[in-house]
């Protein structure tokens, strides 16, 4: 199984990136993929989750309202729309992947595979 993470970059605040989890390898679509992010000098944190069993979306109430995770119609690719940008957003985001469903919990769970960091920076 494999993970690649694209999409990050430079944005003002108020702006908006589309990250994207291209994943492959994977035998059946019953898998979650997750996106986490962490800031310089903070720990790791859960952003959302989307659950490939029965389509559930899960987000961290900082985002909630604002990101919008969603899967492409050949169940290979995971989006992350970032929209209204704000400063405490910036971070290395980074995708993971867990076979089974994810739910509110999505943050307890055992992550088997991560794809590669990619940096958001919101900034003026």
């Known amino acids: 199984v494999q993970l690649q993470a694209s999409g990050g970059g430079l944005v003002q605040p108020g702006g908006s990136l589309r990250l994207s989890c291209a994943a492959s390898?994977?035998?059946?679509?019953?898998?979650?993929i997750a996106w986490f992010r962490q800031a310089p000098g903070k720990e790791r944190e859960g952003v959302s989750c989307?659950?490939?069993?029965?389509?559930?979306?899960y987000y961290a109430d900082s985002v909630k309202g604002r990101f919008t995770i969603s899967r492409d119609n050949a169940k290979s690719t995971v989006f992350l729309q970032m929209n209204n940008l704000k400063s405490e957003d910036t971070a290395v985001y980074y995708c993971?992947?867990?076979?089974?469903?994810?739910?509110?919990?999505?943050?307890?769970?055992?992550?088997?595979?991560w794809g590669q960091g990619t940096l958001v920076t919101v900034s003026s």
């Open positions: 390898g994977f035998t059946s679509d019953d898998y979650a």
């Open positions: 989307f659950s490939g069993e029965d389509g559930g979306t």
């Open positions: 993971a992947a867990d076979v089974g469903p994810c739910d509110d919990d999505y943050v307890l769970l055992t992550y088997d595979y």
